[in-house]
T-cell receptor, first 110, second 111 residues
Framework: DAGVIQSPRHEVTEMGQEVTLRCKPI?????LFWYRQTMMRGLELLIY????????DSGMPEDRFSAKMPNASFSTLKIQPSEPRDSAVYFC????????FGQGTRLTVV | KQEVTQIPAALSVPEGENLVLNCSFT??????LQWFRQDPGKGLTSLLL?????REQTSGRLNASLDKSSGRSTLYIAASQPGDSATYLC??????????FGKGTMLLVSP
């Protein structure tokens, strides 16, 4: 397996634009997580899916953020409209027993 | 709410030293504990997973121990090398739930 695959690796966008981050989990993993990492706050959980169902979205900052998992092999995290304070590295991880992380998407909102 | 603390926040050692990184957690009812490594600008790489029923796990020069009752885990690195320089994160899972992370220990091993 190629591991958890995220796209794009880098995204630079203007404030107010919509941003969509994508994740392909490892096949057979039943849990998927979206995390955000900044120097100030470290790793923060945004949302957690189990068997494609959102279980815990308490970390989603506000209504501008939304996440979907339409099937076991794909998830998206959308920010609309984006703001400069959303600039961070966004990680997707999947887990059966052990969690594995993707390489992340570095988002810069100018 | 589970809280995970890692001490020290940063550590600098000369090559060849054995070292210990510490992780503590407030709720001992965990399912497992996982140690990760993160290189600058990269994702997290899983190093070791310890199930709640286990006391330790070993992989090469790495040994992780778990004491659930006291809420502690240690990551022991033997004969450290410059290539071990990275940030080390510990994360705990309680039941069918999310991973709660510590803020990490930034390790620098100098030649």
């Amino acid at each position: 397996d190629a591991g958890v695959i995220q796209s794009p690796r880098h995204e630079v966008t203007e404030m107010g634009q919509e941003v969509t981050l994508r994740c392909k989990p490892i096949s057979g993993h039943n849990s998927l997580f979206w995390y955000r990492q900044t120097m100030m706050r470290g790793l923060e959980l945004l949302i957690y899916f189990n068997n494609n169902v959102p279980i815990d979205d308490s970390g989603m900052p506000e209504d501008r953020f939304s996440a979907k998992m339409p099937n076991a092999s794909f998830s998206t995290l959308k920010i609309q409209p984006s703001e400069p304070r959303d600039s961070a590295v966004y990680f997707c991880a999947s887990r059966h027993t052990e969690a594995f992380f993707g390489q992340g998407t570095r988002l810069t909102v100018v | 709410k589970q809280e995970v603390t890692q001490i020290p926040a940063a550590l600098s050692v000369p090559e060849g030293e054995n070292l210990v990184l510490n992780c503590s957690f407030t709720d001992s009812a965990i399912y497992n504990l996982q140690w990760f490594r993160q290189d600058p600008g990269k994702g997290l790489t899983s190093l070791l997973l310890i199930q709640s029923s286990q006391r330790e796990q070993t992989s090469g020069r790495l040994n992780a121990s778990l004491d659930k009752s006291s809420g502690r885990s240690t990551l022991y690195i033997a004969a450290s090398q410059p290539g071990d320089s990275a940030t080390y994160l510990c994360a705990v899972q309680a039941g069918y739930s999310t991973l709660t992370f510590g803020k990490g220990t930034m390790l620098l091993v100098s030649p």
